[in-house]
């Protein structure tokens, strides 16, 4: 399903449900899409065949079967839309020096990100950070608030929606700037202004954050 997200700023994306690599045969990859990848549907042999022998190689090394499929979809995922965006040349993974991955000579970043029921891929032409949390896992926000491992605004701790609006959207500028938590979380200061979450590392930019389904989903980018 294809539906265009609405959001409080200038950016839009379109989030768009992914159940086989056909789904994406005519995918614009000049848009803003945020592919959605349910892990209930077990037909991982429709992406596995498009994963590299080097992450063949990773993928091996993984023991749960869950953390497997997830793996083969999104890695598989964003190798078909290299290959779709290179006339079929090779995607050779990298790392960055902090453990983020990209692909070697592509013009295109991407963010994954994973809860237990669904997987997200964003791809764009700017370095791009996503992440999704699932609304009804037990978070103990008093026990949060304690131990000012984060830099939020008090409103964060009123209840878990406004908590998960502000760790998504962390989450997703530490994938933006390719650091994970290497960086200090406490330096990167996470606030809610009117409707929007704005987080000042510096320099002040703007998260996407949206609702969907039950899930937080936030969106950095340039």
């Known amino acids: 399903m294809k539906r265009p997200i609405s959001v409080n700023m200038s950016k839009r994306f379109r989030l768009m449900e992914v159940t086989s690599p056909n789904d994406i045969s005519k995918v614009n990859l000049a ?5 959605k990848l349910p892990m209930a549907l077990q037909n991982e042999s429709d992406f596995l065949k498009h994963i590299d022998l080097a992450n063949k190689a990773k993928l091996d090394e993984i023991s749960s079967a869950e953390d497997k499929l997830r793996f083969i979809k999104t890695r598989g995922l964003v190798n078909i839309l290299f290959l779709h965006d290179n006339g079929g040349a090779n995607p050779i993974w990298k790392l960055n020096k902090y453990g983020k991955p990209y692909i070697g000579g592509w013009e295109k970043d991407f963010s994954i990100s994973h809860t237990r029921d669904i997987s997200l891929v ?12 699932d609304n009804s896992r037990d ?6 608030k304690r131990t000012k491992f984060l830099n939020f605004d008090d409103g964060a701790y009123s209840n878990k929606e406004e908590f998960l609006m502000r760790f ?6 530490l994938k ?4 994970g938590f290497h960086k200090d979380a406490r330096t990167i200061s ?5 409707d929007g979450i704005v987080i000042d590392d510096g320099k002040l930019i703007k998260a996407v954050t949206i609702s969907d389904g039950g899930y937080t989903i936030s969106i950095v980018m340039r």
């Open 31 to 35: 848009e803003r899409v945020i592919f």
């Open 139 to 144: 978070i103990d926000l008093e026990k949060f």
């Open 190 to 194: 996470v606030r809610k202004v009117n």
């Open 168 to 173: 998504t959207a962390l989450e997703a500028y």
């Open 176 to 179: 933006y700037i390719g650091k």
């Open 122 to 133: 964003a791809v764009a032409s700017e370095a791009i950070g996503i992440d999704i949390e």
